[in-house]
């Protein structure tokens, strides 16, 4: 493990990509005591409000040690557009009473970490179409998109490696028969069959039940080029001393495979699972923007960028693309540091690839 | 090689009933059929329903409904789109050649593109060139499709050079035969090119390290020592070497031809299978669903097929342990 981080601290890119997502899932930790707005709040008398400028001088020259912003008056309707107006400042107040929510889930509080007081909003993103702040709906959607990765990873990757592993130890008719089945799932077109098993359930169902579910399908379609990988590796590692000891001293085959076989196969996993945490969010994003997923109004990334599948949308009111940017950049992050562990775990793969 | 593709297509046989029938399992799981909907509806007399359930078949046990289906979908008779009222295959034939258009198109855009750049890549690596790219792939690599349809829609709304929408302009039968390719060209430009950036960043990466093995390997030096010239040590003997794995990936590519391109369908509003399976899921289109599946299955079993048939033909390291070992 220590080899790993000096690697990784050597690797720049890979350094930086481990920070910006120790930052990313910290503030997904914290999304309701960082975020100024709940997620659900709506401000039915700004739609699409632009996102707000933060100012230190105002319009005399004068500079503010504390930033303020301006309030934006709606003086069209139709096509939204906004006047700043610029006779009062709000000064922006930090650690402020708001709405109430509760800190990890149980400490009551109404402290947030920035906000405006009396009339004056902060949509540091802009707001959606019902004038929900994005920015505050980005930081409790990255709680969604960021822990399906996590979660995804681990239900697939236990299921793969176990019947891999399971596979590769026994051989003979039991390999076969998963093998078999392995292929039969890696044969379908994995969105076309996201879209199938998504279907054999109700379009609606509660929030929790839809992030499970997610979890589940993706996993279903993950865990199969896993387990051909994992039997293979399995298939040299049986024959090594320590597994012959081990069946010497009597150990029973679970043991062996979950014990001493698995155990080995540990940088494997740990390389694949940090490259194949992308495609778990690209899975959700992509159920979720097709309204198949999580459903308003919760928020996830997907969900938000569905708003842009209107044309008009995305011309008129560019910021409801900031999902996708939160999304780009934490795929980047995983890639570059599933990159580098590659590098570094792996020698071997380093020189296939 | 003709037993070789033989032994191949038996081996063929028990993945294409597997794979049919989970499908259709699948399917069997949703809740509620097209005929509950109707049932809801009271113009529709009982006497209706019970004729349209036996014309589908739907009275049946779940295995029979399963081998008729099957039976069926050997001849490429996929059964009856119970929204759309056509057959499946007539539907799936309709929106195919679309699919098959953008997909193709910007697979050439993809592989014309990315074997050049990953070669020049190799030659210098570590220049700035080589970086560049380097860059270039990883950026593109980690942008999600559905992102960048969504930003190239953003640019085509702002500059107004690309249509947003559609395969072709609503004036399309009026025009020459001329015209029709442009118009085509032109609405396909968008999607093909988001497609084509993201398989393109991944291509380049592969490209780019199979020929920095290959250029490094003893042939390689052999072929300098004899006094080729660079070009034909690079074309003939390099590049020839490294692109073997690429063949695999044509087969991947041959099997995503179908299927890859959905999301950014649907987003691009593309008239192609994507929009298709979207609708037939929400619908729960049992017959068109299955269709949908078993077509993009097909696909990638043929696709895979091919991909190991070029190989043995290619490599001869392959053809002796696969096709001379069957012939023993």
Redesign the interface.
């Known amino acids: 493990m220590k080899e790993i981080i000096k690697y990784i601290k050597k690797n720049k890119l890979a350094y930086m990509s481990l920070y910006i997502l120790v930052i990313l899932y910290f503030l997904a930790v914290f999304a309701d005591f960082i975020s100024p707005y709940p997620y659900d709040i709506q401000h039915r008398d700004t739609p699409y409000h632009p996102p707000t400028q933060i100012h230190f001088f105002d319009k005399e020259g004068n500079f503010h040690l504390r930033p303020f912003v301006y309030k934006y008056e709606l003086i069209d309707p139709v096509f939204k557009v906004y006047k700043i107006n610029e006779d009062k400042i709000y000064p922006v107040q930090f650690f402020t009473e708001g709405e109430k929510h509760y800190l990890f889930g149980v400490i009551p509080t109404n402290i947030h970490l920035f906000g405006v007081k009396g009339d004056g909003k902060i949509f540091l993103l802009g707001a959606d179409h019902l004038g929900r702040d994005i920015f505050s709906r980005l930081l409790y959607g990255s709680r969604v998109s960021l822990s399906i990765g996590l979660v995804g990873v681990l239900l697939s990757f236990s299921l793969g490696s176990l019947i891999g592993g399971i596979s590769g130890y026994f051989g003979g008719k039991i390999d076969n028969i998963l093998m078999?089945?392995s292929?039969?799932?890696m044969?379908?077109?994995?969105?076309?069959?996201m879209?199938?098993?998504?279907?054999?359930?109700?379009?609606t169902l509660s929030s929790v039940q839809v992030y499970f579910l997610i979890v589940v399908i993706l996993s279903f379609i993950g865990w199969a080029g896993l387990a051909r990988v994992i039997r293979g590796m399995v298939l040299s590692i049986r024959e090594q001393d320590f597994v012959i000891a081990a069946k010497s001293y009597g150990a029973s085959s679970f043991r062996i495979i979950t014990k001493h076989i698995i155990p080995n196969t540990f940088s494997y996993l740990l390389i694949a699972a940090t490259l194949s945490i992308?495609g778990y969010i690209?899975g959700e994003?992509?159920l979720s923007?097709?309204g198949?997923g999580i459903q308003e109004p919760y928020a996830s990334w997907g969900n938000m960028?569905s708003a842009?599948?209107s044309?008009t949308a995305?011309?008129s009111y560019?910021w409801i693309?900031s999902p996708?940017?939160a999304?780009?950049i934490t795929?980047?992050a995983f890639?570059?540091l599933g990159d580098a562990l590659r590098d570094a775990l792996d020698p071997k793969l380093r020189?296939m690839? | 090689m003709f037993l070789y593709i033989i032994k191949r297509l038996i081996q063929m046989i028990?993945?294409v009933i597997?794979?049919t029938f989970?499908?259709f399992i699948?399917?069997q799981?949703?809740?509620g059929s097209y005929i509950d909907q109707l049932k809801m509806n009271p113009q529709i007399s009982a006497e209706t329903l019970k004729e349209l359930e036996k014309s589908y078949g739907l009275d049946q046990p779940l295995l029979i409904q399963y081998f008729k289906w099957l039976m069926n979908a050997l001849t490429f008779d996929l059964g009856y789109s119970f929204s759309f009222h056509v057959p499946v295959t007539q539907l799936i034939q309709e929106r195919v050649w679309n699919t098959l258009f953008l997909s193709i198109t910007s697979a050439i855009l993809a592989w014309g593109l990315a074997v050049p750049m990953g070669i020049w890549a190799a030659l210098k690596p570590n220049s700035w060139v080589d970086k560049f790219i380097q860059l270039f792939s990883?950026?593109f690599?980690?942008?999600?499709n559905?992102?960048l349809a969504?930003?190239m829609?953003?640019v085509a709304?702002?500059t107004g050079i690309f249509p947003?929408?559609g395969a072709t302009s609503p004036d399309y039968d009026q025009m020459s035969l001329i015209g029709k390719i442009a118009d085509r060209l032109w609405h396909v430009a968008l999607p093909a090119f988001v497609l084509a950036v993201g398989s393109l960043a991944g291509l380049v990466r592969?490209v780019r390290?199979a020929m920095i093995?290959s250029l490094q390997s003893d042939y390689v030096l052999f072929a300098r020592a004899k006094g080729l010239p660079e070009k034909d040590v690079i074309f003939k003997h390099a590049l020839k070497n490294a692109l073997n794995p690429f063949i695999t990936l044509l087969g991947f590519e041959i099997?995503?031809l179908?299927?890859?391109a959905?999301?950014v369908e649907?987003?691009v509003n593309w008239p192609g299978m994507?929009m298709l399976?979207?609708d037939a899921?929400?619908k729960?289109d049992l017959y068109l669903?299955m269709g949908?599946?078993y077509i993009?299955?097909i696909?990638?079993?043929v696709g895979n097929l091919i991909a190991d048939i070029l190989l043995a033909k290619i490599d001869p390291r392959v053809r002796q342990r696969e096709v001379e070992g069957i012939l023993k």
């Open positions: 078999r089945l292929e039969i799932v044969s379908f077109p994995g969105f076309y069959l879209l199938a098993l998504r279907a054999i359930f109700p379009i992308p690209l994003s992509a923007l097709l198949l960028l842009a599948r044309i995305i011309s560019p693309l996708g940017v999304i780009f795929i980047l890639n570059l020189k690839l | 028990p993945l597997g794979i989970v499908s699948i399917i799981l949703a809740p990883f950026t690599m980690s942008i999600p559905f992102f969504f930003l829609l953003f709304v702002k947003t929408g592969l390290s093995e099997a995503n179908i299927s890859g959905a999301l649907i987003i994507g399976m979207l899921v929400l729960q669903v949908g599946l993009g299955a696909m990638l079993i």
